[in-house]
C-alpha cells in the first residue's frame, strides 16, 4: 500500500479534495486520509497487503479481525 502521503495527491488529481482542504488540516480530511488508504489498498493495489484473495491467516493481524468488513467494502 502507497505511503499516506501519496493519497492526497492522488485525491487532488481526481477532484475528491482540493489543495484548501490540505493547507487548512481540515478535520474531515484527517478522518478520511486512513479511510482513503484503506479503500485505495482493496481496489488500486489489490495485490498488496490488503489483498482479500489470499487467506486470512496471510493477512497482517492489524486487519484479520475486519476481513468480513473489508470484504463488503471491496
Known amino acids: 500500500m502507497p505511503a499516506p502521503c501519496f ?3 492522488r485525491a487532488l488529481d481526481f477532484g475528491y479534495l ?3 482542504m490540505i493547507d487548512d488540516y481540515e478535520p474531515a480530511l484527517m478522518f478520511t486520509i ?5 479503500v485505495c489498498g482493496l481496489v488500486v ?3 498488496g497487503p490488503l489483498n ?3 487467506k486470512v491467516e496471510d493477512m497482517s493481524e492489524l486487519f484479520r479481525p475486519f476481513h468480513t468488513l473489508l470484504r463488503k467494502i471491496r
Open 7 to 9: 493519497l492526497p495527491a
Open 18 to 20: 482540493t489543495q484548501d
Open 34 to 38: 486512513p479511510r482513503l488508504a484503506i
Open 45 to 47: 493495489y489489490a495485490d
Open 52 to 54: 482479500l484473495d489470499r
